[in-house]
C-alpha cells in the first residue's frame, strides 16, 4: 500500500545539493527526507577522479565522495528515500511530490536538486570512452590533460568557453564545428580567433570516437557536413560541449524557469518564486556547475528553509497571541 511520508523538509535530488541541504537541515532538526531520483548521488557517481573538491590531498573518486556524503547525511538524521518523483504539487500549504510506485511525500518546506544531464552526441564510442579520453566538463577533467592534444566539439557558447578554459593546459586546442559560423556571442568569438592555442574545424560532424591499444581515446571519425568526406582526427581528449539540460520537467507551469529550463531564483539566493519552494546547484546553475558550488547552493537552501519556517511559525504564534 502506498504510505505518506512527512518532513519539515523535502529534498528531491541527492548530489553535492541535495546532501548539503539534508546534513545542514538534518542539524537543524528539520528531519529532512532525501528522494534520490533515478541517479542516486548525481553526476558525480559517473565521474572518476575527481581534484578539485576542497579537502582532499590526493585525487578522489567521485563515486566515494557522494557515498561520504550521504553517509553524513544519514548520520544527522536524514531519511534517505529510494523513489523516482512523477508529479509535485506546490498549491500549499505543504508541499506534496508524488512517487512513481504512488507514496507521497509532504514537507512543508521544499528544495529541488534534481541537477541537469549534459547533452550527448549519441554516436558509437562517446560512453564507452567516458572517463578514457571523452568528456563534457573542461573545468572538471581539464587538468589531466595538460601539454595534450584536445579537442572540443560545439559552437556555442559552452563549446567556445571550454576551448578557451583548455588553453590554460594545452597549446594545441581544436574546435570542431558542424557548421561555417558559431553561435557564441560575439566578444567570446573575439577572443577565440586572437587566441593562437585554438584552431577551428569548420563543417566537421563527429560520427564515432575511436580507441587505441591502450582502450583511451585515440581519434574521432568525422564526416564533412558539405563534401560528405571522411577523415580523422587524432587527439588525446575530446570534451563534448553541445549543451546541458536541466531536469525540471516535474516543474513546467508550476515554477517560473527561463528558456532553456532552469529555474529561475533571486539572485544570490536559492529562492523561487514560491515561497517556501527552493533550488539549488545545477538545476537553476547554468554558469558555474560544480560540485562545489552545489554544495553551497545546498546549504543556502537549507538555512533559508529553516528560517521561512521559522519565520512562518513565529507569524503564527503573534496571530494566535493578537487574536
Not at 120 to 127: A, C, F, I, N, S
Not at 137 to 157: E, L, P, S
Not at 230 to 245: K, L, N, T, W
Not at 293 to 317: H, I
Request: glycine share 12%; charged share 20%; aromatic share 6%.
Amino acid at each position: 500500500m502506498a504510505t505518506n511520508h512527512k518532513t519539515r523538509m523535502l529534498i528531491i535530488g541527492s548530489g553535492p545539493a541535495g546532501l548539503s541541504a539534508a546534513i545542514y537541515g538534518a542539524r537543524a532538526g528539520m528531519e529532512p527526507i532525501v528522494v534520490q531520483g533515478l541517479q542516486p548521488g548525481g553526476q558525480l557517481t559517473i565521474t572518476t577522479d575527481v581534484e578539485n573538491y576542497p579537502g582532499f590531498r590526493e585525487v578522489i573518486q567521485g563515486p566515494w565522495l557522494m557515498q561520504e556524503m550521504q553517509a553524513q547525511a544519514e548520520h544527522v538524521g536524514t531519511r534517505m528515500m529510494w523513489d523516482t518523483i512523477t508529479d509535485v504539487d506546490l498549491s500549499g500549504p505543504t508541499f506534496v511530490a508524488t512517487g512513481d510506485g504512488g507514496d507521497t511525500y509532504e514537507g512543508d518546506t521544499l528544495v529541488i536538486c534534481t541537477g541537469a544531464q549534459a547533452k550527448w552526441l549519441g554516436v558509437p564510442g562517446e560512453q564507452a570512452l567516458s572517463g578514457k579520453g571523452v568528456s563534457a566538463c573542461a573545468t572538471c577533467d581539464g587538468f589531466f590533460y595538460r601539454g595534450k592534444k584536445v579537442v572540443v566539439i560545439g559552437g556555442g557558447n559552452t563549446a567556445v568557453e571550454e576551448a578557451l578554459y583548455l588553453t590554460n593546459h594545452s597549446d594545441n586546442v581544436t574546435l570542431i564545428h558542424r557548421r561555417d559560423s558559431l553561435r557564441c556571442e560575439k566578444i567570446l568569438q573575439d577572443r577565440l580567433e586572437a587566441n593562437p592555442k585554438v584552431s577551428v574545424l569548420w563543417n566537421k560532424k563527429v560520427d564515432e570516437f575511436l580507441a587505441g591499444d591502450n582502450g583511451e581515446l585515440r581519434a574521432l571519425a568525422l564526416t564533412d557536413t558539405v563534401t560528405g568526406d571522411a577523415s580523422e582526427f587524432e587527439a588525446d581528449g575530446a570534451f563534448v560541449a553541445i549543451g546541458h539540460a536541466p531536469a525540471t520537467e516535474l516543474f513546467k507551469g508550476k515554477l517560473a524557469m527561463d528558456d532553456t529550463g532552469y529555474l529561475l531564483v533571486t539572485p544570490g539566493t536559492p529562492k523561487t518564486d514560491v515561497a517556501g519552494v527552493f533550488a539549488a546547484g545545477d538545476v537553476c546553475d547554468h554558469t558555474y556547475r560544480q560540485a562545489i558550488t552545489a554544495a553551497g547552493m545546498g546549504c543556502q537552501a537549507a538555512l533559508d528553509a529553516e528560517r521561512y519556517l521559522a519565520e512562518k511559525e513565529f507569524a503564527g504564534v503573534t496571530e494566535t497571541v493578537q487574536g
